[in-house]
């Protein structure tokens, strides 16, 4: 399995963006499809992103599209999220996680999860 620690998150005003940033350890990263998923207060953990083995497929749920960029880097362990244009409803704890294998085997069975990172979006 992969390791995984996110960064990145904060409090921002509605409109802003922010990128998170999750650096892999372990196993080769580069065989594992990453994604993003957030949970907000008092909510279930929901997908938000994910990105294939090697970066050439993406997948978005549609509370991100046209806002949120997922990206990885090889050669550095790392995957990326970038939110454009955030709202308050986007107001929540971010996970990275990691899937051996193709895109949707993180979309539905995510296998290894960071520790998070918190957004707070203000109106």
């Known amino acids: 399995q992969v390791q995984l620690v996110e960064t990145g998150g904060g409090l921002v005003q509605a409109g802003d963006s922010l990128r998170l940033s999750c650096a892999a350890s372990?196993?080769?990263?580069?065989?594992?499809?990453m994604g993003w998923f957030r949970q907000a207060p008092g909510q279930e953990r929901e997908f938000v992103a994910a990105?294939?083995?090697?970066?050439?497929?993406?997948y978005y749920a549609d509370s991100a599209k046209g806002r949120f960029t997922i990206s990885r880097d090889n050669a550095k362990n790392m995957v990326y999220l970038q939110m454009n244009s955030l709202k308050p409803e986007d107001t929540a704890d971010y996970y990275c996680?990691?899937?051996?294998?193709?895109?949707?085997?993180?979309?539905?069975?995510?296998?290894?999860w960071g520790q998070g990172t918190r957004v707070t979006v203000s109106s």
């Open positions: 990105i294939s083995v090697n970066g050439g497929s993406t």
């Open positions: 372990g196993r080769t990263f580069s065989n594992y499809a």
């Open positions: 996680a990691a899937s051996f294998g193709p895109l949707l085997a993180v979309v539905n069975t995510p296998e290894t």
